[in-house]
């Protein structure tokens, strides 16, 4: 009933929408209670890879949509659950293993959480095949959930937690830095999450967060050495550079481990009519040039570099008003992703855009829009990432390009929990 209060005058929380549901290894009738009664009364199953144990598909009711996700993108399973969601499907996502041990499982919680899907994990026994840092994340006995939670079944007499590696600062703003911060915090370990300050209404990460510049490398070293900092995790914007480059000179003073994560270039494929270009203002020159209803997805501040132009009609997207001049004509959408391949693909028909403008960020949780482009044979005018980061200092920092990599590294550096 709406508005209904709990016993002790608080909300209830809102059903669960999707469960990520850990299955196998070994036969079907190994699987948890709870797994075989929400796979038997799903309305959508989706299922990873296809590595679910033999028979676990027979468990779906005949009336069920199964849909294999081995070729679908991040988004257009997205597009899948809403859709299920909008016909009052109960939502089961098949993991082999358990669903903590797949790349793809913070980039999805992810999305739920910004779209507000509500999600739960049903973890399952560990998988051989995937080796996402276990020890890290905890056993079979973690469930974390969509609420922001974690918990486990205690174990008493337990002895005391050994030592993690101390303090770790994570340089954040991105999906990247939330995931990992997200992952370690439900480890145990000790954590704290800076960002610049420059979005008003940033997502929050879990664990301690420092909102602020440091204000340099010099300042950036000294934060380190007085917060006895043992590992330095920078997991900005693949085009921030500056900080990128002062983390660096910062963990050569004070000799503390780093690790930079950055997410992976987008890769052209077949279909696609990209028009690679090194810098902004260079997107700017080939859009005057040649487009006139440009689609820009190049941040609140990227937008600025295409004042002055009276000729186009712009469709700017970006989550925060943009504080500096703008095109002449032009549409102003304030929205955050991520967003699904059909709902680009019907803004960008609607408003008859003939070029998206965007930089190489990266990452599954903004992709939706190249495919949208593929589908209606839009260019792409793609702004290149700035090259030679770290000229001036003396060795590139290690980088990974996965959170799960992030973790092995910790692991491989300091040990597991």
């Known amino acids: 009933m709406s508005g209904a209060t709990a016993p002790d005058g608080t909300p209830p929380e809102a059903p669960v929408a999707v469960h990520l549901v850990g299955v196998g290894p070994g036969p079907v009738d190994l699987l948890t209670v709870r ?4 796979i038997a009364m799903s309305g959508t199953c989706l299922h990873a890879r296809g590595e679910e144990p033999p028979g676990a598909l027979a468990l779906c009711p005949p009336t069920a949509r199964v849909v294999d996700t081995a070729s679908l993108s991040t988004g257009q399973i997205l597009d899948e659950i809403r859709a299920a969601l909008n016909r009052g499907d109960r939502v089961v996502h098949l993991f082999a293993g358990d669903p903590l041990q797949h790349d793809e499982t913070p980039a999805l919680t992810e999305i739920f ?27 079979s006995d973690q469930r974390v959930d969509g609420r922001g939670r974690a918990g486990g079944a205690g174990r008493a007499g337990a002895s005391p937690t050994p030592a993690g590696p101390g303090l770790i600062l994570v340089l954040g703003g991105t999906g990247e830095a939330r995931r990992l911060a997200d992952l370690l915090v439900t480890a145990g370990l000790d954590v704290v999450t800076s960002l ?14 420092r909102t602020g510049e440091f204000g340099g490398a010099s300042e950036l070293a000294r934060w380190l050495r007085e917060n006895a900092v043992n590992a330095l995790i920078d997991a900005t914007d693949p085009f921030a550079r500056t900080i990128s480059v002062d983390a660096a000179h910062a963990a050569a003073a004070t000799g503390v481990p780093l690790l930079r994560l950055e997410r992976p270039q987008w890769q052209e494929t077949a279909g696609d009519k990209w028009i690679r270009v090194p810098d902004m203002q260079s997107a700017v020159t080939v859009v005057r040039q ?18 002055g132009d009276a000729r186009g009609s712009y469709l700017i997207r970006c989550s925060e008003p943009p504080p500096g001049p703008l095109p002449q004509r032009y549409l102003l959408v304030l929205d955050r992703g991520p967003f699904g391949v059909d709902a680009e693909r019907t803004l960008m028909a609607r408003h008859r855009i003939d070029v998206l403008v965007t930089r190489d960020s990266g990452g599954e949780s903004t992709a939706a829009k190249l495919e949208a482009a593929r589908a209606l044979r839009i260019p792409v005018v793609m702004v290149d990432r700035p090259q030679q980061f770290y000229t001036e200092v003396e060795a590139r920092p290690e980088t990974v390009h996965t959170v799960q990599d992030a973790a092995r590294w910790l692991v491989s550096r300091f040990g597991s929990r």
């Open 35 to 38: 797994a075989s009664r929400l």
């Open 113 to 139: 959480a910004a779209s507000g899907i509500t999600w739960e994990l049903v973890p399952g026994i560990p998988h051989r095949a995937h080796s996402a840092a276990p020890d890290l994340v905890g056993g």
């Open 196 to 209: 610049a300050g420059r979005i008003a209404r940033p997502r929050m990460p879990r664990g301690e967060v």
């Open 290 to 307: 040649r487009f006139r209803r440009p689609m820009l997805t190049v941040g609140k501040h990227g937008a600025s570099a295409f004042a």
